[in-house]
């Protein structure tokens, strides 16, 4: 890079912390959604119980295994997360993780979630992170490989991709059934009338509107403010509230811990 400004945003050195915490929390956090998905017998429902399945456009080759089968492919999930989460033999967790879960996801389309692709996504960029150069097994057994500090671009690279999924979710929020019809957060707010306390103002109508504007307004715009260092503390805290909150209200898995944990 000629620039001096570009070369200094990509190339100066930070302290390797970042990534060090964003392996630890993924990697338990994917270790312990796996675990829990064939302890609730949600491989049984998604993979045993239904007689057809449904492919993406171009992956109609991908089959899905028997129960036994998917066991195992869940079992090697939660095996490589927990590589990751320890920095044990990292690049083959990564690597066997990203194949393990995007197999799993691959195998029927009416199983996607978002974040799923996130997380394959995520997968995708730690493979070519040094997140296992501090505090990890691979260290301790490679004391050459540790490192304090890492070049700007490997701690970007993931702030720009939680930011796109923010900035996105603001930006499809910006339509007139959203905004203007406060579609569909009047039909499913008035359903969660019955919470204690905050339960009576969910069922008032302008409840619904006031949430879909500040959903907005919040999704648009909290990537500009955790990344202001004066702002950060704040909009960290908005970040919490705001997915506790959506966890409290929504049956919307571990979506909530994943965007707390990767914030």
């Known amino acids: 890079m000629n620039n001096p400004t570009v070369h200094r945003l990509l190339y100066r050195p930070l302290p390797i912390a ?11 956090l994917m270790m312990i959604g796996a675990l829990r998905f064939m302890q609730k017998g949600w491989v049984e429902r ?3 119980e239904p007689v057809f399945f449904f492919k993406y456009y171009g992956f109609e080759w991908v089959k899905t295994l028997d129960v036994p089968g998917m066991y195992a492919v869940y079992s090697l999930i939660a095996l490589s997360a927990a590589g990751i989460m320890l920095g044990f033999a990292y690049r083959w967790s990564v690597l066997l993780f990203f194949l393990s ?30 997140a296992n150069r501090r505090f990890s097994v691979d260290t301790w057994r490679r004391p050459s490989l540790a490192l304090t500090h890492v070049p700007a671009w490997t701690i970007h690279l993931l702030q720009f991709q939680v930011g796109i999924v923010y900035f996105f979710a603001g930006f499809a929020k910006l339509n007139p059934d959203w905004l203007f019809r406060a579609m569909p957060l009047a039909v499913w707010l008035p359903e969660k009338a019955g919470i204690p306390v905050i339960g009576p103002l969910l069922a008032l109508p302008a409840a619904a509107f006031v949430f879909s504007w500040f959903g907005a307004i919040y999704d648009l715009t909290i990537p500009f403010w955790l990344f202001i260092k004066k702002t950060r503390p704040w909009a960290y805290g908005a970040v919490v509230v705001f997915h506790v909150l959506t966890k409290m209200l929504f049956n919307i898995g571990l979506f909530p811990f994943i965007m707390i944990f990767n914030t």
């Not at 970042?18 to 338990?28: D, E, H, K, S, Y």
């Not at 195998?107 to 992170?129: E, G, K, P, Q, R």
Request: aromatic share 24%.
């Open 101 to 130: 879960f995007s197999y799993a996801e691959l195998t029927d389309a009416t199983n996607y979630l978002n974040h799923y692709y996130l997380v394959i996504l995520l997968a995708f960029l730690l493979f070519f992170l040094p």
């Open 46 to 48: 998604l993979y045993g």
């Open 18 to 28: 970042p990534l060090v915490t964003f392996r630890i929390l993924f990697g338990g």
